[in-house]
């Protein structure tokens, strides 16, 4: 049962604020989980990254590329030359013996977790 509080005028329930309280917790969950849920990718990708014995630079460009991210958009988040960034995509293929863009998803999606 909810009781109702009138001061100055306004009036609310405790279980309107129940409610604001169990939202303000659950958004609260929620980023939480999403932390940790970008903490393992993150983690997962250093994995990767190690197995196959990417530099540190083409590790980031990894978790771009991962996250969808196209030449054009890593040429400008990490201030190289498209012929740069190529040349790192390039050298990760190799590396993990892929030749598309796709197969160095489906590698890494398949990859163990550690």
Do not use: W
């Not at 604001?20 to 994995?47: C, F, I, K, M, P």
């Amino acid at each position: 049962m909810s009781t109702r509080s009138c001061a100055g005028g306004a009036c609310r329930s405790e279980a309107a604020g129940n409610n604001a309280e169990n939202t303000d917790e659950g958004a609260e969950s929620a980023a939480a989980v999403s932390l940790q849920r970008e903490e393992l990718a993150e983690a997962h990708l250093d994995a990767f990254a190690s197995t196959h014995r990417l530099s540190p630079r083409e590790r980031e460009i990894l978790g771009l590329i991962s996250k969808g991210r196209d030449v054009p958009y890593i040429e400008q988040e990490l201030v190289l030359s498209k012929s740069t960034v190529k040349t790192h995509i390039r050298h990760i293929y190799e590396k993990c013996e892929v030749s598309s863009r796709q197969a160095l998803i489906d590698l890494l999606q398949s990859h163990p977790g550690d």
